[in-house]
């Protein structure tokens, strides 16, 4: 009889990617800014999730499935990410950023939502929580949130963040960056599945957007939008050694946000741990449509 040929099995990231095109697709919205890309799946009350510096809509897949059984899930890509538009400034700052996202609000027609911001989402999430269009957002949710570099009191150490990305965006290209720093985003314990995708999002960065995003990252300070006037909760990866633990419950402090660790998790948890961030979601959109206060 002839043997059977076995087949490779699928990468992760090939099964992901199917999942992708399948569970959360992707559309582009014309805005007056340009155009936005979105993934969006579901129906119900509106949850808008943005993603951090390394990475785009595609990261929040896991995540959006599970909520997407009882919500309307809005992922977009940043200014400057997947085929975003990037904005005209150099040096854009969070109201650029806010700006681009009350236009896709707009075009979705989305009035009240629940907003999160993972990382340097955080900054964007913040600055249009406290702006004149606060009224929209029903609570704030911050994963991992990065403070930036814009106090007067971090200036050297804005200079030094600020050369040492760029540098490494001109000596190593975003292939490789992807291949070395995407190791940091995740816990000891990761799966290689995580490894995986946290890698394939990295690498289809836009150079331009990941430019303006460093920009946004030295130029701003998150707490310079506060006080808010609506809930706010922080959560952060008990493995994040990106905005470490310490750090992230020292924003919520300031901002009267609750504050919790997601186990078994570094910076990127709604990769590593996407069923336990589409809890912790669900319940802050629950509580939302309750008016509950934390």
């Known amino acids: 009889m002839p043997h059977a040929i076995d087949h490779p099995a699928p990468s992760p990231t090939t099964e992901l990617q199917a999942q992708l095109a399948l569970h959360f697709p992707q559309r582009l919205l014309e805005v007056a800014g340009g155009r936005v890309t979105i993934r969006e799946c579901g129906t119900g009350p509106a949850i808008v999730l943005l993603h951090g510096i390394g990475s785009g809509s ?9 909520l997407g059984q009882s919500a309307r899930v809005i992922a977009w890509d940043a200014p400057g990410y997947g085929e975003s538009s990037p904005l005209r400034s150099l040096a854009p700052d969070a109201s650029d950023y806010a700006e681009r996202l009350l236009q896709m609000l707009d075009a979705l027609d989305i009035q009240h939502c629940v ?4 990382s340097l989402g955080a900054i964007t999430a913040t600055a249009f929580a406290s702006g004149v269009q606060r009224q929209r957002i029903s609570r704030l949710v911050l994963i991992s949130p990065a403070q930036g570099y814009g106090h007067p009191a971090r200036a050297l150490l804005r200079k030094e963040v600020r050369n040492k990305r760029l540098h490494a965006l001109e000596q190593l290209g975003i292939t490789q960056m992807a291949e070395q720093r995407s190791r940091y985003m995740l816990s000891p314990r990761a799966s290689v599945k995580a490894h995986a995708w946290v890698q394939w999002n990295m690498a289809r960065i836009n150079p ?5 995003a460093i920009e946004l990252l030295c130029g701003e300070d998150l707490l310079r939008h506060s006080p808010l006037s609506m809930p706010c909760e922080v959560h952060c990866g008990e493995a994040d050694g990106i905005t470490a633990p310490q750090s992230c419950q020292d924003i919520a402090s300031a901002l009267g946000a609750t504050f919790s660790l997601i186990a078994d998790a570094g910076h990127a948890s709604p990769i590593e741990q996407p069923m336990v961030v589409a809890s912790q979601l669900a319940l802050a959109l629950k509580k939302s449509l309750t008016g509950a206060s934390l």
């Open 58 to 66: 595609a990261s929040w897949l896991e995540v959006a499935r599970e």
């Open 115 to 118: 907003l999160v911001g993972h």
């Open 208 to 212: 331009e957007g990941y430019r303006q």
